[in-house]
């Protein structure tokens, strides 16, 4: 018997890349259907709260299914190759300690020999500045790093040495899309490529969903997505979000994945939030600190006038003592009884 997630069939392709990226995938046996679902072989207890099952599985052609397995470096090396990399549509993305440098090129190789989706595999030099783009280097395959990444029906392009994108988010767009009621107006405060807006409007029925970035690239990646999708709702801008919101429609739904940071921006969200409407947040921080911070967000937000309730979930450890919460911020139609301060 092998273990296995049981996965709606529209959800199997993004939450298969994700395991994939997440080396989590069960590469020995085959993934088949059942009823509406599919049975993804993994190698982990579980996952992201899918049910996890028992199943008879057929065995997966042999052939080497770890790039660690062929990758030509000095066997006194081998320990330090990556169990983990990116993957973003056919577009590998792997950080590499100093020692394994002068193998970039044998591990690149590796890679694509492995993983026959992957056409081009890039050295992650990490994330830089505000539009937290990557710094990218070829070391195998040809073409660039613009490439299509498929989630829930929609295509989504994207280049991440262009623009911010994040493939693992996909279960949290479909939630949120799951959410929204017909007709309502959506702002994505720093929407990227407008992954958030492009599922929703796929999936839901919003009047309008304004994506907004200060990078100019993502709204060219964002209408492209507008585009190719077919989708007429989505309105892609560039700019600061903290001042362009005052020049849109109140929301019914705000959308604020800048996680280090986004806090810092829920104040003019919820000054542009209807009541009744929720604000969704990103946040790392430190696990310990997080009830702290929870109270603090509701107190600020009473002194401004507003009465909030929170509803939260860990998305994903950041590192040993950190997480990734998602948090609901909901606006309730009266106002808080400790009303603004009066100076
Ligand atoms: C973590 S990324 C999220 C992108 C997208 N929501 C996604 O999930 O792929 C944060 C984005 O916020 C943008 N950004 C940072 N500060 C901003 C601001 N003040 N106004 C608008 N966008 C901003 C960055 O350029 C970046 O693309």
Redesign the pocket.
């Known amino acids: 018997m092998t273990r296995c997630v049981r996965v709606p069939k529209r959800e199997g392709e993004s939450v298969r890349s994700a395991l994939f990226s997440e080396g989590l995938l069960d590469l020995g046996a085959r993934i088949r259907a059942d009823g509406d679902c599919l049975l993804i072989p993994v190698t982990c207890d579980s996952y992201q709260g899918y049910e996890v099952v028992e199943a008879d599985m057929a065995v997966q052609e042999q052939r080497p299914t770890d790039y660690r397995d062929v990758a030509d470096v000095p066997e006194e090396l081998k320990e330090h190759l990556p169990s983990s990399f990116d993957v973003v549509g056919d577009v590998a993305m792997i950080k590499l300690p100093e020692e394994l440098k002068p193998y970039a090129g044998e591990i690149g190789e590796a890679l694509l020999k492995v993983n026959r989706s992957l056409r081009i595999v890039f050295e992650d030099h990490g994330v830089k500045g505000?539009?937290?783009i990557r710094e990218l280097e070829r070391i195998a395959g040809t073409g660039t790093s613009e490439t299509v990444h498929k989630e829930f029906g929609v295509r989504l392009y994207t280049d991440p040495s262009r623009?911010?994108?994040?493939p693992r988010?996909s279960s949290e767009r479909a939630r949120i899309a799951n959410l929204v009621q017909d007709g309502e107006t959506v702002i994505?405060?720093?929407?990227?490529?407008a992954?958030?807006g492009t599922v929703m409007c796929h999936l839901a029925k919003p009047e309008v969903v304004y994506s907004?970035?200060?990078?100019p690239e993502?709204e060219h990646f964002a209408r492209m997505n507008a585009e190719r999708n077919h989708i007429g709702n989505l309105r892609p801008m560039t700019?600061?979000?903290?001042v362009l919101v005052h020049t849109l429609p109140m929301a019914d739904r705000i959308?604020m994945?800048?996680?280090q940071i986004a806090d810092r921006f829920l104040p003019v969200a919820l000054s542009r939030l209807n009541h009744g409407g929720t604000v969704h947040m990103y946040k790392i921080i430190e696990r310990e600190e997080f009830p702290g911070f929870l109270e603090g967000l509701v107190e600020a937000a009473a002194r401004d006038g507003h009465s909030i309730s929170v509803s939260h979930s860990e998305l994903k450890t950041y590192s040993p003592t950190m997480s990734v919460y998602s948090l609901d911020v909901l606006k309730h139609r009266c106002r808080s009884r400790r009303g603004p301060q009066v100076p």
Do not use: K, Q, T
Request: cysteine-free; aromatic content about 18%.
């Open positions: 505000d539009f937290r623009v911010y994108f994040n988010l994505d405060m720093f929407g990227g490529v992954p958030f907004i970035d200060l990078n993502a700019g600061d979000s903290s959308i994945n800048l996680p």
